[in-house]
Nanobody
Framework: QVQLVESGGGLVQPGGSLRLSCAASGTFLRIDTMGWYRRQAPGKQRELVARILRGGSTNYDDSVKGRFTVSRDNAKNMVYLQMNSLKPEDTAVYYC?????????????WGQGTQVTVAS
């Protein structure tokens, strides 16, 4: 079983910063792409915020380019999201996602989500 656990969410004022962390644990052979998604309102689909390949290549949603930075530590099986210059529209539940190789197959896994609220 593979688990992803996020931490670091909270309430922050506009213009502030937060750093999200996600730790993968369990029995697996390899983690490939890791990323962050967010759901900005109940019933809306989760949307990609940023993702990072094992080798370090990154992709960002246009709305966060220049403000957010995704990084990872392969030795610790962790992914991070540094969020700067936060805006009220960044308010959402943020989810960690990882493509994980377990014996015989690749599976996608999700964390439970962490709330980020940007408000004055």
């Amino acid at each position: 079983q593979v688990q992803l656990v996020e931490s670091g969410g909270g309430l922050v004022q506009p213009g502030g910063s937060l750093r999200l962390s996600c730790a993968a644990s369990g029995t697996f052979l390899r983690i490939d792409t890791m990323g962050w998604y967010r759901r900005q309102a109940p019933g809306k689909q989760r949307e990609l915020v940023a993702r990072i390949l094992r080798g370090g290549s990154t992709n960002y949603d246009d709305s966060v380019k220049g403000r957010f930075t995704v990084s990872r530590d392969n030795a610790k099986n962790m992914v991070y999201l540094q969020m700067n210059s936060l805006k009220p529209e960044d308010t959402a539940v943020y989810y960690c996602n990882a493509d994980v190789l377990i014996p015989g197959t690749w599976n996608g896994y999700w964390g439970q989500g962490t709330q980020v609220t940007v408000a004055s």
